[in-house]
């Protein structure tokens, strides 16, 4: 291929769909991808196929991009995404849940992306096997979705103490019906994770107008009088007709500041010359806070046969706010002890991405602010306490035990809560935002309805950058909704 089409820059959760879906629409596509790209199953990582393992998502390993951020100030950590094909729905949860109406409500991003705009891309997508047959959901589509049946006693007794707390039941994640308990769709297909390279480039592998290749770093952007005409990597120029970044919401961020697209006073104090001054990319990203609630497993407990054991959402009293808990056998890769989540969906505070200063076109910083918001940090207390009667009910005595780590001192008082919370409190890896889509009356709008990149012409988004807040549920379903609508638009 001389001059592709488009050029697609990160074969990730949204890029996979959106090359995949720009082939079958006939055009010329190349999609480059930092990291290695398997092709037939036996050369996938088996922990990468395998469901219930999260070791690729661990620090150290090869399909772990494992960036340093700082969760709340002063505090590093290490923030997991997946560098290779699939990106990060390769190493994730496999949980997949689709953002909610009111989310693409509040987003307020246009006409073309209300919930009724891609509900036929959503159904597009996906193959539920629980509800497929149902007008809201698809029974064709390359994702398979499936609530796998009560996958262990841990999770009978997650849903038992749910409904002994008097919660509402949400048999369909991906429904319509308002928030509760339901058991999780998982993007799995008999025991092995389906990412997003596996559902939509393995199946095109023969196509002649859709070339991937993997071990390709991009660079930056190269930028002609105004337009994007291709990407610099490591091997030297790629030129195209369009390029896209897909690179997720680090990497795709990261490229549009080293290639000129960003705050125009911080490129210029990184001594990068400015191209179009975008305020929004990096200024305000959301992800959602999390914390685990450890408790003691009962020894009985059978070896896990999935990383999580039911889903839980809830409203907080008086708001729209909720909080999401799901029990886990053991969370991410580890010896971490098992615990239950609860994670802040809608969170007020936002977080920066920008070049570190000492090293501009080095990694990236990224301050999350997490709980610096007291409404945050109220929401949270009040997901841990739910956590912590869960774990006291009659119905969960019987597999586990709240454990010695959050004892009732610390839960009876907010401020000995809050910095319980604060010594804790991690990222749930949704972020979302660094290149928020929306009207051009919004100067935060790095790109609008059609994911195009404000002043540079040729050149997209298409990658959860662009969600304008974190949605109020995990973001990989989102991700691919967000390739599919994106060849939509641009066919
Ligand atoms: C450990 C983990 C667990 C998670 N669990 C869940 C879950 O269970 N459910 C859920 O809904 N969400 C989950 N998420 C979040 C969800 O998976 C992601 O938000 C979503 O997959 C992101 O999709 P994306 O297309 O925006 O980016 P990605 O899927 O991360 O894709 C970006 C791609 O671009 C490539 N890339 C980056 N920079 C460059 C460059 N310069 N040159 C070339 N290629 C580049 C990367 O290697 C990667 O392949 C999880 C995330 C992680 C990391």
Redesign the pocket.
């Known amino acids: 291929m001389s001059r592709p089409d488009v050029l697609v820059?990160?074969?990730?959760?949204?890029?996979c769909a959106l090359a995949a879906r720009l082939a079958d629409a006939g055009r010329e596509v190349l999609l480059?991808?930092?990291?290695a790209v398997p092709l037939g199953r036996e050369e996938w990582p088996a922990e990468v196929l395998d469901p219930a393992s999260?070791a690729a998502?661990a620090p150290g390993h090869a399909a772990n991009?494992d960036l340093a951020a700082e969760v709340i100030p002063g505090r590093a950590a290490r923030v997991?995404?997946?560098?290779?094909?699939?990106?990060?729905?390769a190493?994730?949860?496999?949980?997949?849940?689709r953002a909610r109406r009111a989310d693409f409500d509040a987003w307020a991003a246009g006409p073309l992306w209300t919930y009724d705009a891609v509900l036929p891309a959503f159904r597009r997508l996906e193959t539920d096997h629980d509800f497929g047959t149902s007008p809201d959901h698809g029974d064709d589509g390359p994702v398979p979705v499936r609530r796998l049946p009560s996958p262990s006693p841990l999770a009978d007794a997650f849903a038992a103490a749910c409904a002994e707390l008097g919660l509402p039941d949400e048999p369909d994640k991906n429904g319509e019906s308002p928030s509760g308990y339901g058991r999780i769709p998982f993007n799995v297909d008999r025991g092995v994770r389906i990412n997003?390279a596996i559902a939509y480039l393995a199946p095109r592998r023969a196509l002649p107008n859709l070339t991937v290749r993997g071990g390709?770093?991009?660079?930056r952007v190269l930028v002609e009088d105004g337009r994007a005409v291709g990407v610099l990597t490591d091997d030297g120029p790629v030129h195209a007709g369009e390029v896209v970044l897909?690179?997720?919401?680090v990497?795709s961020a990261y490229?549009l500041l080293v290639s000129g697209l960003g705050p125009a006073r911080d490129l210029r104090a990184a001594g990068i010359e400015v191209v179009a001054d975008l305020p929004g990319v990096g200024s305000a990203f959301s992800d959602h806070p999390l914390v685990y609630v450890p408790y003691r497993p009962d020894s009985a407990l059978p070896p896990a046969t999935a990383a999580l054991h039911g889903l839980l959402h809830l409203p907080l009293a008086g708001s729209r706010r909720e909080v999401e808990l799901m029990p886990w056998l053991r969370p991410?890769a580890g010896d971490a002890e098992p615990a239950v989540s609860v994670g802040l969906q809608h969170p007020v505070g936002r977080g920066r991405l920008s070049l570190a200063p000492d090293d501009p076109i080095g990694p990236p910083r990224l301050e999350y602010g997490h709980l610096g918001e007291a409404d945050d940090r109220h929401g949270l207390r009040e997901g841990v306490r739910t956590a912590a009667a869960l774990l006291g009910s009659a119905a969960f005595a019987e597999v586990a035990a709240r454990s010695a780590a959050l004892p009732d001192a610390v839960l009876e008082d907010d401020a000995v809560l809050d910095a319980w919370l604060l010594e804790r409190v991690t990222t749930a890896?949704?972020?979302s935002g660094t290149a928020p889509m929306g009207p051009d009356s919004d100067p935060g709008a790095v790109v609008d309805q059609h994911l195009r990149v404000r002043g540079v012409a040729g050149l997209r988004v298409v990658?959860?950058?662009v969600l304008p807040t974190v949605p109020s549920?995990?973001?990989?379903?989102t991700?691919i909704l967000?390739?599919e609508r994106a060849a939509e638009l641009m066919t």
């Open positions: 820059v990160g074969a990730g959760t949204s890029g480059l991808e930092a990291g999260l998502a991009w997991p995404r997946g560098r290779i094909a699939g990106g990060s729905s190493v994730n949860a496999a949980v997949f849940v997003a390709v770093a991009v660079r897909s690179a997720g919401a990497g490229l991410f890896v949704h972020l990658d959860t950058s549920r995990g973001t990989a379903a991700a967000l390739g």
